[in-house]
């Protein structure tokens, strides 16, 4: 009986074995055109992103504090080395109401400039600032001990 041959293959006419190989040729092609698309248009890194500028602003730290006029007025209207005029009216105060005030802090200053110096040495930081800006203060003289 036929039907129980184990050799017998489901593709009994030659339309049936044309039909089967064109499919299988058609599945494969398939296959191969879904793959090179697939690696052709597989999602890549913006070039853009990699610019000079682009870079830069991802490296920009989270938050920045900006003094208006920094430039031309010092950090927070700090008197700027040899401003004459930032330093006019202050070295009438004399050393010892410049020292005064930066012992004591002023405006955006933290008392003592924020440092742990000693009056004295703060005293000959004024002295050097004040005479750049067209003072003539004396080096304070040293406290003795
Ligand atoms: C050893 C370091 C420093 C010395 C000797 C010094 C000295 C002075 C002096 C003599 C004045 C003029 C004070 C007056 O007008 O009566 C002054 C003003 C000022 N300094 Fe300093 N300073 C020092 C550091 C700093 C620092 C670190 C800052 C910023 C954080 C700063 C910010 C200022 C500001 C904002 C003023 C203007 C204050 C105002 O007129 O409102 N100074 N400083």
Known sequence: MAEHDENSSFI?????????????????????????????NRPHADPAALSADAVSARLQPVGKVEFSAAGAAGVANAPKLGDKAAWAPRL?????????????????????????????????????????AGGNLKEPTPVKK
Do not use: C, W, Y
């Not at 742990?116 to 000959?124: A, I, N, Q």
């Open 12 to 40: 009994k006419t030659p339309q049936q074995l044309i039909t089967i190989v064109l499919l299988a040729f058609v599945a494969a092609i398939v296959g191969i055109v879904l793959t090179v698309q697939l690696v052709l």
């Open 92 to 132: 009438k105060l004399g050393l010892n109401g410049l020292l005064q005030a930066v012992v004591k802090g002023k405006g955006a200053m933290p008392a003592r400039a924020g440092t742990s110096l000693t009056d004295h040495e703060l005293g000959s930081a004024i002295v050097f600032m004040a005479n750049q």
